[in-house]
Antibody
């Protein structure tokens, strides 16, 4: 059974940093691309970042480019999102999502809440 | 950037009724990259349909997807109580998600 479990969320002040993690199990993590998607309170889904299986290809949404860094450790079956220079508008539930089937986000974690507030 | 517009914003229906949700793209998109997701309050999104018309694992056959070019449709043939939720379309790879359609109990 595919499982994705996010952690690392919490309350942080504007300008601060946070590192999210996503632990994957139940599939060959090293073979598949991964993504981070976020959802602000009461709002829709916003794709944040993509990383290919070998980390050779990485993309970011314009809203986080230059502030967030996606990475993965295939030996640890883990995905990460380093978030720097956080803003109020980064407040959201952050989900990791896999691309096992391809061309879609087929499995999602339960999400971790990031709150940016002074 | 391709913009996906979902309509209606809210659909009020009764259990047993048919639901038809629309997703319109600002320019032609590949059907291979069109997906639909369901999200219930407090839960993560769940993949329903990928490649415009292929059901994801474990998705009941009352859910079906169709369309091509700029117009795509998610149909729920007979609404079950557990189907009342928000539905999002997505053009994988090149655009954000659509704004969502909430299917609520009438």
């Amino acid at each position: 059974e595919v499982q994705l479990v996010e952690s690392g969320g919490g309350l942080v002040q504007p300008g601060g940093s946070l590192r999210l993690s996503c632990a994957a199990s139940g599939f060959t993590f090293s073979s598949y691309s991964m993504n981070w998607v976020r959802q602000a309170p009461g709002k829709g889904l916003e794709w944040v970042s993509y990383i290919s299986s070998s980390s050779s290809t990485i993309y970011y949404a314009d809203s986080v480019k230059g502030r967030f860094t996606i990475s993965r450790d295939n030996a640890k079956n883990s995905l990460y999102l380093q978030m720097n220079s956080l803003r109020d508008e980064d407040t959201a539930v952050y989900y990791c999502a896999s691309e096992i089937v391809g061309a879609c986000f087929d499995y999602w974690g339960q999400g971790t809440l990031v709150t940016v507030s002074s | 950037e391709i913009v996906l517009t979902q309509s209606p914003g809210t659909l009020s229906l009764s259990p047993g009724e048919r639901a038809t949700l629309s997703c319109r793209a600002s320019q032609s998109v590949s059907s291979s990259y069109l997906a639909w997701y369901q999200q219930k309050p407090g839960q993560a999104p769940r993949l329903l349909i990928y490649g415009a018309s292929s059901r994801a694992t474990g998705i009941p056959d009352r859910f079906s997807g169709s369309g091509s070019g700029t117009d795509f449709t998610l149909t729920i043939s007979r609404l079950e109580p557990e189907d009342f939720a928000v539905y999002y379309c997505q053009q994988y790879g090149s655009s954000p998600f659509g704004g969502g359609t909430k299917v609520e109990i009438k």
